[in-house]
């Protein structure tokens, strides 16, 4: 039996986010610089996608570029948004054919303007499909999606139009930049590191956590079933108990 036959397709998660790491080490393996590393990763973000859609996932959350990320050499990050172009441009074809939904999180309006062009043309071309949600964070960071939702509220209540005793979790999530998502039930990070990196904190409240050593470039779909498989095993008590306790 594979390990997609072994997965429940009544128990799937309808929203998967992945943390993408690993790209600099493998390129480093193979004796090259870190662009090298991320222009492999494009294939691994086809593996992921190829995985949701098999198993009719709706949402697919990928952690591609964040705030922290202008941090990197120059060199790199222009490499960086220059893979980003190309690769939009390349397969906004296929995956439109695909049924594919291109979203984005994060302050796009901060990428170049040719960023900014091939993203305005992959929502348009692909906005009417019905198939997976490919979500791309890019300039994000989940502390400055927060502030930001504060922000907002305060405007709210401070023109009047909303009283802060109506303030309440249902609220703050419909100003996140995930507003009319479902929150992530599975969060998959490669390259065996344990941490979040300021994703998705408030959303991955109760998300259940599956880290591989695999580095991104490596990824497989098999990798993602395998998480899959992890999530079904866990038992999603959201706080509660899966049974009365015993008197």
Request: proline share 3%; net charge negative.
């Amino acid at each position: 039996m594979t390990i997609l036959e072994r997965i429940d397709r009544n128990n799937t998660p309808r929203h998967i986010a992945i943390i993408m790491d690993g790209n600099g080490r493998w390129a480093q393996q193979q004796g090259e610089d870190r662009l090298f590393g991320h222009n492999f990763g494009v294939e691994a973000v086809r593996e992921a996608l190829r995985a949701a859609q098999e198993l009719n996932v709706e949402y697919l959350t990928m952690y591609a570029f964040s705030t922290e990320n202008w941090g990197r050499p120059k060199d790199e990050v222009d490499g960086l948004m220059d893979l980003l172009v190309r690769t939009i441009g390349k397969e906004v074809d296929e995956l439109d054919e695909s049924n594919v939904v291109i979203r984005t999180i994060g302050e796009t309006s901060g990428l170049p303007a040719s960023c900014q062009e091939e993203l305005d043309l992959a929502y348009e071309r692909t906005r009417n499909n019905t198939g997976v949600n490919l979500v791309l964070a890019l300039n994000y960071s989940a502390q400055w999606e927060m502030v930001e939702a504060v922000k907002q509220i305060s405007d709210l209540v401070n023109s009047g139009s909303l009283d802060k005793s109506e303030i309440d979790r249902e609220l703050i999530s419909s100003h996140l930049e995930t507003k009319g998502m479902p929150d992530p039930e599975l969060l998959i990070r490669t390259s065996g590191e344990h941490r979040v990196s300021n994703f998705l904190l408030w959303q991955i409240a109760y998300s259940e956590f599956h880290f591989t050593d695999v580095l991104w470039p490596d990824f497989k779909q098999d990798d993602l079933y395998k998480a899959v498989l992890d999530y079904q095993s866990r038992d999603r008590r959201f706080g509660l108990v899966s049974e009365p306790l015993e008197k």
